[in-house]
């Protein structure tokens, strides 16, 4: 098992005034006093190869310790800014939007305090100290459709989302162009707090390809999904019926947000038409989501969806929404159990799980709404 405390024990502060490190590149914009926030491009401090540091698409070939000692070893130079004005930090605007690490020179008040900031939403990060100035040494290698976006003030928001991710852009580095204010419509630019970013990257790709999965041939068969990985379990039924999906997560006691002693199990759901509500599980209902969409892309049919999710005790790691997306991501690039009946699924999942069948039966409305179409005992 993987342990927090000895990655943020490896921690190395520098106790430099001045560091010339390369950025991975790495940004995080925070939401305490918005408008006005805090800005903080960062470094890698910790040595290897800088170019990880910023891609959760590659961290599950990784040990999670690995990764967290990677993250954690990023030293954050801090910056005062208005959400209203990202004009005014052009150059953190062009570091965020480099597909490669570029050197950079960040001058500190004092040296960085020895800190970690640990979010449900974002990546860990290490070091952070007030920044007196930051300067970009090497030129940014800004991917030629976040040129045309970044160029281009008469496109919404939404509209440079769904074009950088239909030009192969990879999700994390759309979420960083967007935190910092470099799409959108002119004078409506605004840089906006990470953990915001995050979650309205997922939230606008999954509906737009959901949009594409509603005209799609219904599922024929029952597919079941399952993956373990550090302390948690993924599971997924794919059930035919038109497109509806839910997301259940049960945290075991001793876990990141359930220090109890019993289980705590949430879910949120919605039916063909979507929802018009945040989902009470946030950016995690989203990042499974835009998962779950790209997979019925890929199989060319429309489904039912039930995710769900175990995280076990000792798992004290709020290291964001990254870690179900990715999770969920591999989950689907699995071979798929098939089944024919409802009843031999549910079996399935009884098997799979901590918990019994008849705890997500009853946390679950699309379980329960198919098992009253199939007219199976309830519970």
Not at 125 to 137: K, M, Q, T
Not at 230 to 243: M, Q, R, S
Not at 325 to 333: G, H, K, P, S
Request: proline share 8%.
């Amino acid at each position: 098992m993987f342990s927090l405390w000895r990655a943020i024990e490896s921690v190395q502060v520098p106790r430099a005034i001045e560091l010339e490190e390369p950025s991975p590149p790495s940004v995080f914009v925070g939401r305490v006093g918005y408008p006005r926030v805090r800005v903080a491009p960062a470094v890698a401090a910790a040595g290897g190869e800088a170019g990880l540091y910023e891609k959760p698409e590659e961290w599950l070939r990784m040990p999670l310790e690995e990764v967290l000692r990677m993250r954690l070893g990023l030293v954050r130079g801090v910056l005062q800014a208005d959400v209203r004005k990202p004009g005014a930090l052009e150059e953190v605007a062009l570091l965020a939007m480099s597909s490669r690490p570029v050197e950079v020179e960040v001058r500190f008040a004092r040296p960085p305090r020895p800190s970690v900031r640990l979010d449900l939403f974002a990546p860990p990060f290490g070091p952070a100290g007030e920044a007196e100035r930051v300067r970009l040494l090497g030129n940014p290698a800004v991917p030629r459709p976040l040129e045309r976006v970044y160029g281009d003030e008469g496109l919404r928001a939404e509209e440079a989302v769904l074009y950088l991710y239909e030009s192969g852009v990879p999700v994390s580095q759309i979420q960083r162009a967007f935190s910092v204010g470099a799409l959108g419509s002119g004078r409506l630019r605004r840089l906006v707090p990470t953990r915001w970013s995050i979650t309205a990257v997922d939230e606008i790709i999954s509906r737009h390809l959901l949009e594409r999965v509603r005209g799609l041939e219904q599922l024929d068969r029952y597919l079941f999904f399952e993956r373990r990985y550090a302390d948690n379990t993924f599971v997924a039924i794919l059930a035919p019926g038109p497109w509806s999906y839910e997301w259940i997560e049960a945290w075991f006691p001793h876990t990141t947000w359930n220090p109890g002693l019993t289980v705590e199990v949430e879910g949120d759901w919605e039916g063909f038409r979507g929802r018009s509500t945040y989902a009470s599980l946030g950016g995690c209902y989203y990042a499974a989501r835009l998962a779950t969409a790209e997979y019925l892309l890929r199989l060319g049919r429309q489904a039912t969806a039930v995710l769900i999710r175990e995280i076990y005790e000792g798992f004290f790691l709020p290291i964001g929404v990254w870690f179900v997306r990715e999770n969920v991501r591999q989950l689907f690039a699995a071979r798929p159990e098939r089944y024919d009946s409802l009843e031999e699924v549910l079996e399935r999942l009884g098997r799979a799980t901590r918990l019994p069948l008849s705890t997500w039966v009853s946390a679950s409305r699309l379980l329960r709404d198919m098992l009253r179409q199939e007219r199976l005992p309830v519970g």
